[in-house]
C-alpha cells in the first residue's frame, strides 16, 4: 500500500496498476477493463506505463484492493507452504514486539 487512498491526485499505472489488480483478483485485462468501465487498450496502455488511470477510478481500485487485504478469506489452507511461511513470520514479528514493550 504504496501510496495515500485518500489523496486526489493519485493515478495509477505500470507495475503499480498491476499489483493492485492483483491483489482485488482480476488477472484478466479484458475482464478487469469492462468492470473498470474502460476500453481494454486504454488499460493496457495503462498497464505498460504509457498511460495513467484516471483519479476516480484509481481511488476507487485503491479502496478496493485495502477493502481485500483488510478482509481475507477466514479459511485458509493447512498444506500451502507459502502460507505457514508468512504466519510463522507475523507470530516471530509479534514476539519481538511484545519483548519490546
Not at 495513467?52 to 489452507?77: Q, V
Amino acid at each position: 500500500m504504496s501510496k495515500d487512498t485518500t489523496s486526489p491526485s493519485v493515478r495509477l499505472k505500470g507495475a503499480e496498476l498491476s499489483m493492485v489488480l492483483f491483489h482485488i483478483g482480476w488477472t484478466s485485462e479484458n475482464a478487469a477493463a469492462e468492470k473498470c468501465r474502460m476500453h481494454r487498450t486504454q488499460l493496457r496502455r495503462c498497464l505498460e506505463g504509457r498511460s495513467a488511470l484516471d483519479e476516480a477510478r484509481s481511488g476507487w481500485l485503491l479502496r478496493l484492493r485495502d477493502a481485500h487485504l483488510a478482509n481475507p478469506c477466514p479459511i485458509r489452507p493447512r498444506n500451502d507452504a507459502i502460507l505457514r511461511e508468512l504466519e510463522t513470520t507475523q507470530r516471530a514479528d509479534e514476539g519481538k514486539r511484545e519483548v519490546a514493550v
